[in-house]
Structure formats: structure tokens, C-alpha cells
């Protein structure tokens, strides 16, 4: 059977590039030019394949990419992140600006929802203290979780929910904030922001995505000795 191709946009700054598989939110790598991101991102379909098996969608067997965009990049570009500051559209592909059917929408919710249980199950299953970095340097298991309960909060007011920060520990404060995030990226819509200078769901999507899975691929690999 022949590889699926997966569409791709690519973010390019001249010391790094981001490539992010438009319909998979969350499997977006990085790498110093756009061969070794895309090459990055490959290496990272086998990691991806049991979030999408979380949601109950199928991921396909072999990939090939078609990079249909390319955006220019910014400073969390040059970082090796998805760029999230610049004033929208500027930030997003234009692909994201698409309209999200009612099946579109819900596959979306599913996938990052499914990102957030991925993360959840590798914290349970990392120990307190994970292993440093070559400098010594990297937060632990609890200062990653409540990093990306922060981050999720300051993502959720871009699509327009305004909760309280959840303590790490408030299981219910914190699924109640990933069920809002979630209920605005499962509705359809045609595409633009859902607030004023916020985010499309697409977008917002990929962006939470994202960062919720690299704090967990990033807390499973310093949780190996």
C-alpha cells in the first residue's frame, strides 16, 4: 500500500524550522532547516500513532509529506516551537483558516483531548525526579504539570474561556478547563478567530496540542535511567 501523505506546514527561520502535520494536531517537530524537521517529524510518526489510537482515529502505516505551505517563523520558531505571538493570521497556515465541518471539528477536539490523556498517563507512570539535562538543567514531573496547566489556561482565553488557574492537584478544576478548551475546538466554524486577537480552532488545536505533547514525550524520555 502506498504511503498516506500528510499535509505539512512548514515555519522557516534561517537557524530553524518547525514542520507540523496540519491535520494530526500535536505531531509538529523541529530541526535546523526544513529537511531536518521534516525528517524530525517523521521520526516522531511512531510516537504520534498511540495519541491518534487514543482518540480512535486511524493513523496511517507509512507516511510521505506534501508540504503545502510555508510560513516565515518567529523568535518561539528559532526555539523550536510553533510561533504563537504575532497578531493573527500571520502565525497560522492558511489551511487553518479553513472552514471545520461538524466532523472536522469533533476529529479535533478528539485528538487534543487525546493529547491531554497521553500526558496524563505518562506523568503516573514517571517518577518525581527526572533525569537532568547535559547542564544540569530541566524542570521535574510536578513543575511540568503545572507548566502545562498554566500554559492550557493562558491557551484557553485565545478561544475565549476564562477559568481560574487549576492547581495541579484539582482533578475537577482541571478537567473542567480542558472540557471548555475542548467544547470551542469541537464546534464548527468558519475558520476565523473566535475572539478578537484570538486564535481559529485549527490553530488553537495544534498549538495545545503541541505543547502539551512535547512536556510529555520530553517527561517520558528524562524519566528513562
Known amino acids: ?15 530553524q524550522a518547525v ?11 523541529a ?11 517523521a521520526g516522531y510518526a511512531g510516537r504520534y500513532a498511540p495519541v491518534a489510537g487514543q482518540a480512535g482515529v486511524s493513523f496511517p502505516a507509512t507516511v510521505a509529506f506534501d508540504v503545502i505551505e510555508r510560513v516565515p517563523g518567529g523568535p518561539a520558531t528559532a526555539f523550536a516551537a510553533p510561533e504563537c505571538r504575532r497578531p493573527f493570521p500571520q502565525i497560522t497556515a492558511e489551511a487553518e483558516r479553513a472552514t471545520v465541518t461538524p466532523a472536522a471539528a469533533r476529529r479535533l477536539a478528539g485528538l487534543v483531548t487525546a493529547a491531554w490523556a497521553t500526558f496524563d498517563q505518562i506523568a503516573a ?20 504539570i ?10 484557553a482565553r485565545k478561544l475565549g474561556v476564562k477559568l481560574k488557574r487549576p492547581a495541579p492537584g484539582d482533578i475537577a478544576a482541571i478537567e473542567e478547563l480542558r472540557k471548555a478548551i475542548a467544547a470551542v475546538v469541537g464546534a464548527p466554524s468558519d475558520g476565523s478567530p ?8 485549527r490553530y488553537a488545536a495544534r498549538r495545545i496540542a503541541w505543547h502539551v505533547l512535547e512536556h510529555a514525550w520530553e517527561m517520558q524520555d528524562r524519566a528513562e535511567s
Open 194 to 201: 473566535v475572539v478578537q486577537r484570538g486564535w481559529a480552532t
Open 19 to 29: 514542520a507540523s502535520a496540519l491535520d494530526w494536531p500535536g505531531w509538529c517537530r
Open 31 to 41: 530541526g535546523r532547516d526544513e529537511g531536518a524537521a521534516l525528517e524530525a517529524l
Open 146 to 155: 503545572d507548566h502545562v496547566i498554566g500554559a492550557d489556561t493562558a491557551y
Open 1 to 15: 500500500m502506498p504511503p498516506r501523505r500528510i499535509a505539512v506546514c512548514l515555519e522557516v527561520t534561517p537557524k
Open 125 to 144: 507512570a514517571s517518577p518525581a525526579e527526572l533525569r537532568k539535562g547535559p547542564r544540569g538543567g530541566g524542570r521535574d514531573r510536578d513543575q511540568l
